[in-house]
């Protein structure tokens, strides 16, 4: 485990820190490869296209979710806990590589069932290849618990820049779409083998490493609040995509893509403070209750202050923001991206409360709060989306985010602490 005294002699910082380094440029160059490379493939592709894009991997996505089973946060308490590094990274791959398999059938069986159009049928086939790979994933695990980040990333960092310039040769060359879902197999595809590669050289015995079923089925049980957590924010953030392109069509969820994408980078600001300012949050637990939850309450507030800024620039400004992002094609996304531009200060609420629920050892109550949000986000969507239009997907939305971002923790005794944090912006 990671000593209190490692993290303060000079070499201990100096590793800990070049480690934060490395996740943050990986984060910053994920961040910018994917939004501005991301307009220039939205304006290349129109709205049509884009949508028929955004639906595909939507779809692909939740299902990669689901395949990682919430492995991964498992398998580095495990080896920085009881050091049990093969035992915990070959009981993942073997879970992964499972799952794997059973939910390329299952993306395929939906695919070719409840999918109508071949040209979709087919970029979803294409795209589900990416799942056999996942598996290899898991030695990412290893490299985080052992705090060499920079053998993760500078793959990752690699697979970005590749995929990007990939992208954009396409896009220059006026490639048809279904190239650009190769390319996301192929980021699967690199990434998955350069990390391999440089983990296999200090464990080249890894897959001769056996592992009884129970280990397994063990990890499993420990993996599925996290698994559920995790895909229920996913379908949170992109089923809507998917339930616009079955109940209306791939135009529609090109439009809604643009606001909703647009929305995912302005809430960074929460996310990215709320990391920051986290390990803080939980030094002051330790030593006293009323320095944690005040520094509870100043994080509320700056992300709440922050929130509303970015909400009135969004909100007032969406025409100009969606014409200059995404042009003319999409200048209809501009009055979706005015109503989830509420949820950037919604977002502010739910970074709080969802540090709060982890630092009061709450995982439990927060995997039922998610399932609740995705299941009330769902039946909004079906109810909604047929008499308004992606309209009433991007209402649901805000109703949604309304209740369990900020009412849920109101109607419980063990929250109302959370509650109380959460409109301290109130008392100002």
């Not at 290349?44 to 894009?53: E, H, S």
């Not at 073997?94 to 070719?112: N, P, T």
């Not at 403070?273 to 986290?278: A, H, T």
């Amino acid at each position: 485990m990671i000593s209190t005294k490692d993290l303060f002699t000079k070499h201990g910082f100096n590793k800990y820190f070049k480690n934060t380094v490395w996740l943050f440029l990986t984060y910053g160059l994920r961040l910018f490869t994917g939004f501005f490379v991301g307009l220039w493939h939205a304006r290349y592709l129109g709205p049509r296209d884009y949508g028929v894009y955004n639906y595909v991997i939507s779809l692909t996505s939740i299902f990669l979710t689901i395949a990682t089973f919430g492995t991964t946060e498992i398998i580095v308490k495990k080896i920085l806990e009881k050091n049990e590094a093969h035992v915990g990274l070959k009981s993942g791959f073997d879970l992964r590589l499972a799952l794997s398999l059973l939910l390329f059938l299952l993306l395929g069986c939906y695919a070719y069932f409840f999918e109508p159009s071949r040209e979709v049928q087919f970029y979803i086939l294409i795209s589900s290849f990416a799942l056999f790979f996942l598996p290899f994933e898991v030695v990412d695990s290893f490299f985080r618990a052992k705090v060499q980040a920079q053998k993760s990333s500078i793959g990752r960092m690699l697979q970005l820049i590749i995929s990007a310039l990939a992208k954009i040769l396409l896009i220059v060359y006026e490639a048809p779409l279904t190239w650009f879902y190769f390319v996301f197999v192929f980021d699967a595809v690199f990434y998955s083998t350069l990390i391999m590669i440089s983990f296999l050289k200090e464990n080249q015995s890894f897959f001769s490493v056996k592992i009884p079923l129970n280990k397994v089925v063990e990890l499993a049980k420990e993996s599925f609040p996290l698994m559920v957590i995790a895909v229920s924010s996913l379908m949170l953030a992109r089923f809507d995509q998917v339930i616009i392109g079955k109940l209306l069509t791939k135009l529609d969820v090109g439009l809604y893509s643009a606001a909703s994408k647009t929305i995912e980078i302005a809430t960074l600001f929460a996310v990215l403070v709320s990391l920051s300012l986290y390990p803080a949050i939980l030094n002051a637990k330790k030593s006293s209750t009323e320095i944690y939850l005040k520094r509870m309450a100043m994080l509320n507030r700056l992300l709440v202050a922050g929130g509303a800024v970015l909400t009135a620039i969004f909100f007032f400004g969406a025409d100009l923001i969606i014409q200059i992002l995404f042009g003319e094609k999409f200048t209809a996304s501009a009055d979706i991206l005015r109503i989830l531009s509420f949820n950037i200060l919604f977002i502010s609420f739910y970074q709080v409360s969802y540090r709060w629920y982890l630092s009061e050892n709450l995982q439990s109550l927060m995997m039922y709060k998610t399932l609740s949000a995705v299941v009330t986000n769902i039946v909004l969507n079906f109810v909604l989306i047929p008499r308004l239009g992606i309209m009433g997907a991007a209402l649901g939305s805000i109703a949604t985010s309304l209740i369990f971002h900020f009412f849920f923790e109101a109607f419980f005794k063990r929250t109302k602490e959370c509650f109380k944090i959460n409109t301290s912006f109130i008392r100002f």
